[in-house]
């Protein structure tokens, strides 16, 4: 007897691929919606570690504003500051002392930060101080523990009188010559045997022209930034004002890409007698004199307006202008067509706001 086979027919196989044909698609799309959410999330965690490293290295930077600053200059002393041209205007002239913080617009009426310290640049000497003693003619300095924070002999170091009367407080000290600095190695000349004074670290090994360090703080839109970052934004960069020269090169570090604005306000006590609260605010800062900064400066804010991500076309924001600050004239109402930013409605903008109360000032 011959043994039947069954298989199957055309029609029922055209039906099965069919079929396989439909599921594989929506895996599929199910596949390149899940990649295309994974890339997005991934792209907005980066932005928020970029954002919390960033506004973190700000914050310590606004509360150490001021840290070792001289507060009096001695007659005949002189020193400079930056070269660059939108850095100029915050620059000040010996025999003026520094003033610690100072912000005001730049052409495009974003923020421009200016903070003046001993512990602005990115070095290890500026992190270190030490007293400086003498007796019967022996100059001795206080040694410290670990041996790591100690100043090495070859270190660019000022040296500060405390001083009693606010005539005198915190005097920068000069040599005979009139040089307000020299290195750890070499102190003669900069003590006294009535007084202990303070020893400053400023540069490992750069002659210094100015007895501080500082730190810009803008939005460049010149700079390289990542091609998730939408057009027209820019990187909050911080710009150390180099020792040498009074340039920017080879110190500018990036510290949060895709920004498309920053703001400053500041909070200020100006009702005499002072009593320490603030009572009036302002857009910016640019009081005259370091005194009055270091009296009436209560707190500073910063207010960041960044992307998270990348673009994102099922994504829509409807939010513009946008408020950076807290008020139009506390900040101001940004409108992203007028300031450039083009496909902004594709991005998820946020605004960071950071609080800070300087604590080294007095």
């Keep these: 007897m011959m043994k039947r086979e069954n298989g199957f027919s055309l029609i029922e196989l055209i039906i099965v691929v069919a079929i396989l044909g439909f599921v594989l698609a929506a895996m599929s799309d199910?596949?390149?919606g899940l990649l295309r959410g994974f890339k997005q999330q991934s792209k907005i965690t980066e932005t928020n570690i970029e954002g919390v490293i960033g506004l973190e290295m700000l914050r310590r930077d606004i509360q150490s504003a001021g840290y070792g600053l001289p507060w009096t200059i001695p007659a005949g002393t002189s020193y400079s500051e930056a070269t660059n041209a939108t850095a100029l205007a915050y620059n000040d002239v010996a025999p003026n002392p520094p003033r610690a913080i100072l912000s005001g617009l730049d052409?495009?009426?974003?923020?421009?930060?200016v903070i003046k310290a001993i512990n602005m640049a990115r070095n290890d000497a500026c992190t270190k101080w030490t007293h400086l003693l003498s007796s019967g003619g022996t100059i001795t300095t206080t040694s410290w523990t670990p041996s790591g924070e100690n100043l090495q002999s070859?270190?660019?170091?000022?040296?500060?009188?405390?001083?009693?009367p606010a005539t005198t407080s915190r005097t920068l000290v000069v040599n005979a010559l009139g040089g307000f600095f020299t290195t750890f190695g070499s102190l003669v000349g900069f003590s006294s045997s009535?007084?202990?004074?303070i020893i400053y670290g400023v540069d490992p090994d750069t002659d210094l022209i100015m007895p501080f360090n500082r730190a810009d703080y803008y939005v460049s839109t010149t700079v390289t930034k990542?091609?998730?970052?939408?057009p027209g934004t820019g990187v909050l960069m911080k710009a150390i004002v180099d020792q040498g020269n009074g340039g920017f090169s080879g110190s500018s570090l990036p510290l949060l890409d895709c920004v498309a604005d920053m703001q400053v306000v500041t909070y200020l006590d100006q009702i005499i007698p002072l009593d320490g609260i603030a009572e009036t605010f302002s857009n910016g800062l640019s009081l005259p004199d370091p005194q009055t900064i270091r009296d009436q400066l209560k707190e500073v804010r910063v207010y960041i307006l960044a992307h998270e991500g990348q673009r994102d076309m099922s994504y829509t924001h409807t939010t513009n202008p946008m408020l950076v600050g807290e008020s139009a004239t506390l900040g101001r109402n940004f409108d992203f067509a007028t300031n450039g930013i083009t496909n902004w409605q594709n991005y998820r903008w946020k605004v960071y706001t950071l609080v800070v109360r300087p604590n080294s000032l007095n």
């Design 226 to 230: 990542p091609g998730r970052c939408a």
């Design 194 to 197: 009535d007084e202990n004074r």
């Design 107 to 113: 052409v495009n009426n974003r923020a421009y930060l």
């Design 154 to 164: 070859t270190d660019k170091v000022i040296v500060i009188s405390p001083g009693t």
């Design 30 to 32: 199910m596949f390149v």
